[in-house]
C-alpha cells in the first residue's frame, strides 16, 4: 500500500469536562426552570411562557453532552462532519451536547484467522492460519481513514499470512541455512508480525502479536509428504543405531584384548564384528546358537 497516496488523519486529544462539576450546575439550571416555568403559568401570560418552554427545551438538548468510558475506552467526536477530537478519560464527562460521539475500544482483540490454502516457497500446497491480538492505537485513522477496522485487521491479516507463506518454505529436509515455517517458529513469527504491521498502520491498528496457528501439507499431497518424513526418520534412527552399535563393538573388543580373556586373528574378529552388528541393528530379536565345539570348530 503506497503511503503518500493516503492522507492520514491526526488524532487530536480532547479535553473533556467531569460530569460530576456539570451536573451540580444542571441541577440548580432545572431547579431555576421549575420555578419559572410555574409562576409563567401562574401568570398565564404568553410573554413568560414561551421563552421559559424554549429555556427548558435547551436545558433538555444540554442534557445531551453527559457521557461515560469505561477503563481503555475512547469517544470520537465531531461536529457537524469535522473531527475535533478524542476522550480517552474514563469516568463520567461532559461535553458539547451537540458533538457526536463514536465509542471505539483500546483493548486487546484477537482475530483467529479461518485456514487458507497456498503455495509455499517450493510450490507445495499447504494449509496454514494465523492468530492475531491486536488493538487500535489511533483512533482518528481507525474512524477517519478505513471504512471499517475490523474488516481491514482481518483482511490485510490474510493477505499478509499469504506473503509470509509465499516466502518460506513448509520443511527444509536436507538444507539447514534456510529457514521454514515449520522449524523456526520465532523467526516466521517476527516476519508475520512486521508484515501485518505494515499493511494495517494506516489504520491506526497496532499488531501485538501474530503466530501461525495451524500448518499442514494440503490434502492431496499430505500422504506423500509423510511417507517422505516417515523415510526421513527411519534412517536417521537407523543412523542412529548403527553408530551405537560400533561403539558397543569396538568397546567389546577392547574389553576382551585388555582382559586377556581371548586372543583373536583378523578373520575371528571380522566374525565377531559381524555377529554382534546383526544382532545390534537388527529390527527383530537374534536367535542364539550355541557352539558345543572348540573354538575354531
Not at 401562574?42 to 469505561?70: E, K
Not at 491486536?134 to 477496522?149: E, G, L, S
Not at 491479516?157 to 518454505?169: F, P, T, V
Not at 552388528?277 to 573354538?295: E, F, H, I, M, R
Request: hydrophobic share 45%; charged share 20%.
Amino acid at each position: 500500500m503506497n503511503k503518500s497516496s493516503i492522507n492520514l488523519t491526526t488524532e487530536i486529544d480532547k479535553n473533556a469536562l467531569s460530569g460530576w462539576i456539570a451536573l451540580p450546575l444542571f441541577i440548580l439550571a432545572g431547579l431555576v426552570l421549575a420555578y419559572l416555568m410555574r409562576n409563567a403559568v401562574l401568570s398565564g401570560q404568553p410573554t413568560q411562557i414561551i421563552p421559559t418552554v424554549l429555556a427548558i427545551v435547551t436545558f433538555f438538548v444540554m442534557l445531551g453532552g453527559f457521557f461515560t468510558l469505561q477503563p481503555n475506552m475512547s469517544a470520537v467526536m465531531t461536529l457537524f462532519g469535522e473531527y475535533k477530537g478524542t476522550v480517552k478519560k474514563e469516568g463520567f464527562s461532559y461535553v458539547n451536547p451537540f458533538y457526536k460521539k463514536k465509542k471505539i475500544s483500546l483493548r486487546a482483540n484477537n482475530l483467529n484467522g479461518e485456514i487458507i490454502k497456498v503455495n509455499d516457497n517450493r510450490g507445495n500446497p499447504i494449509e496454514i492460519a494465523t492468530v492475531v491480538v491486536w488493538k487500535v492505537v489511533d483512533t482518528a485513522r481507525a474512524v477517519f481513514d478505513v471504512d471499517d477496522y475490523n474488516a481491514f485487521v482481518r483482511i490485510q491479516s490474510e493477505a499478509a499470512l499469504r506473503q509470509l507463506a509465499m516466502d518460506y518454505s513448509y520443511d527444509t529436509f536436507d538444507s539447514d541455512d534456510e529457514q521454514s515455517l515449520r522449524s523456526d517458529t520465532e523467526a516466521v513469527t517476527i516476519a508475520l508480525t512486521k508484515v501485518l504491521q505494515e499493511r494495517i498502520d494506516d489504520a491506526g491498528v497496532q499488531v501485538i502479536e501474530a503466530r501461525i496457528s495451524h500448518l499442514a501439507y494440503a490434502q492431496e499431497i499430505a500422504s506423500a509428504m509423510l511417507q517422505r518424513q516417515q523415510a526421513d526418520a527411519i534412517v536417521a534412527a537407523r543412523i542412529r543405531i548403527v553408530d551405537g552399535a560400533v561403539g558397543m563393538v569396538e568397546m567389546a573388543l577392547k574389553r576382551l584384548e585388555d582382559d586377556g580373556l581371548v586372543s583373536l586373528d583378523d578373520e575371528r574378529k571380522a566374525a565377531m564384528v559381524s555377529n554382534l552388528l546383526v544382532v545390534l541393528c537388527g529390527d527383530k530379536a537374534a536367535q542364539p546358537v550355541v557352539n558345543t565345539g572348540t573354538l575354531y570348530s
